[in-house]
T-cell receptor, first 111, second 114 residues
Framework: AQSVTQLDSQVPVFEEAPVELRCNYSSSVSVYLFWYVQYPNQGLQLLLKYLSGSTLVESINGFEAEFNKSQTSFHLRKPSVHISDTAEYFCAVKSQGNLIFGKGTKLSVKP | DAGVIQSPRHEVTEMGQEVTLRCKPISGHDYLFWYRQTMMRGLELLIYFNNNVPIDDSGMPEDRFSAKMPNASFSTLKIQPSEPRDSAVYFC????????????FGEGSWLTVV
């Protein structure tokens, strides 16, 4: 069975600092990996996804994630965070049409 | 384009009452999902449909929960009778078939059972 582990439940960071949100998955088959973001009191929005090809994928707001097959990881990074990046971030793997989510990481950006 | 539309956005009900949550998926999408989010358990898949047919309902907590999809543009999730432990945010989501296709989420229905 596929599963997703997000190693950090909360990540506090100062504005303009770099951040990495960690995600590991387990799967015996080819995977499709996703990062979703949930702002307070809102639904989930797709941030970026890996399907195939280049292992580095980027979002329009400066986040990037790298698919590492040997380490079964899909960590999310941003070189310089903003207050507006404060949200909960969910890593997910696609399985038989459905998404299996990690428990989420709450990113808190402080001024 | 309109996204996934859910109603009601917020509902407070008394224990024992029937609750019906509604969802309109994105037009043309053939997969529809119902998720539940709580602090304790995170995001859980309750049930999903493909072409209006339930494919996997193993996440439905118990017989008090039921979901229907009478047509391609409408689905309901019903809880009868409701209990305080059902308090959660319920998300509806939809997607096109294809493993790489994105699943799009609605804004959620925030349910409180008192």
């Amino acid at each position: 069975a596929q599963s997703v582990t997000q190693l950090d439940s909360q990540v506090p960071v100062f504005e303009e600092a770099p951040v990495e949100l960690r995600c590991n998955y387990s799967s015996s088959v080819s995977v499709y990996l996703f990062w979703y973001v949930q702002y307070p009191n809102q639904g989930l929005q797709l941030l970026l996804k890996y399907l195939s090809g280049s292992t580095l994928v980027e979002s329009i707001n400066g986040f990037e994630a790298e698919f590492n097959k040997s380490q079964t990881s899909f960590h999310l990074r941003k070189p310089s965070v903003h207050i507006s990046d404060t949200a909960e971030y969910f890593c997910a793997v696609k399985s038989q049409g459905n998404l299996i989510f990690g428990k989420g990481t709450k990113l808190s950006v402080k001024p | 384009d309109a996204g996934v539309i859910q109603s009601p956005r917020h509902e407070v009900t008394e224990m024992g009452q029937e609750v019906t949550l509604r969802c309109k998926p994105i037009s043309g999408h053939d997969y529809l999902f119902w998720y539940r989010q709580t602090m304790m358990r995170g995001l859980e898949l309750l049930i999903y449909f493909n072409n209006n047919v339930p494919i996997d309902d193993s996440g439905m907590p118990e017989d008090r929960f039921s979901a229907k999809m009478p047509n391609a543009s409408f689905s309901t999730l019903k809880i009868q009778p409701s209990e305080p432990r059902d308090s959660a945010v319920y998300f509806c989501a939809s997607s096109l078939s294809g493993s790489g296709n994105t699943i799009y989420f609605g804004e959620g229905s925030w349910l409180t059972v008192v």
